[in-house]
């Protein structure tokens, strides 16, 4: 089973921003902290794949198949060192070798925090031990759907911020971003399709 077909809800925002509700999840992680971008920053990206792929041939052997690629990472500054970033100028304010994050992959709900540690114990695969099971539920959230190169959220991170605080809502949490579009190091991002999603708790 693919886990986009899964969960379509998950995986799918409008251009315009919109307030949904997301549910509780789990994932394959890996921590990380400095700017996104890095030469570190992709070796994990890549390395989640390979590590995803190794999980679901461990699963398929047992007649519990699944098929998931999408990464997602998830944003965050310390508040105790940096204050309160909000969603509009999360990536103008602070210094990025202050940002920490976290790469992830979507998995079913069957997948055990025991098998990904067995198999970071077992397998020779880069940052092997690192890889973590996470759950995390964000609840309500804002979103859009940001089309083109990374540098273009700077304009649309804006967007997402005045429609939160035309509906008097505060961000509440990570930064998340689920790259919907397969993307290298050096390739053309024209092409890229992103979540922009934030999760957000109502103003008095």
Known sequence: ???????????????????????????????????PGTALFYKKKAAIKEFVA??????????????????????????????????????????LELLKYRIAIRIP???????????GQTSNLPFAKDFEHFTYTAGTSVQLLHKGPFAGELQTLPILQKF????????SGMHHEIHLTHFELGQSQEHLQTILRDPVIRQD
């Open 1 to 35: 089973m693919s886990i986009l077909n899964v969960y379509k809800d998950y995986f799918s925002a409008n251009e315009k921003p919109e307030v949904v509700e997301i549910g509780e999840a789990n994932y394959v992680s890996i921590l990380g902290e400095g700017s």
């Open 164 to 171: 939160a605080t035309e509906n008097r809502f505060k961000k």
């Open 54 to 95: 190794v999980l679901e041939q461990h699963y398929a052997a047992i007649d519990l198949s699944f098929l998931s690629n999408v990464v997602e990472i998830f944003y965050w500054f310390d508040e105790e060192e940096v204050g309160y970033v909000d969603i509009g100028n999360f990536y103008t304010t602070v210094d």
């Open 109 to 119: 709900n069957f997948v055990k925090a025991e098998a990904i540690q067995v198999i």
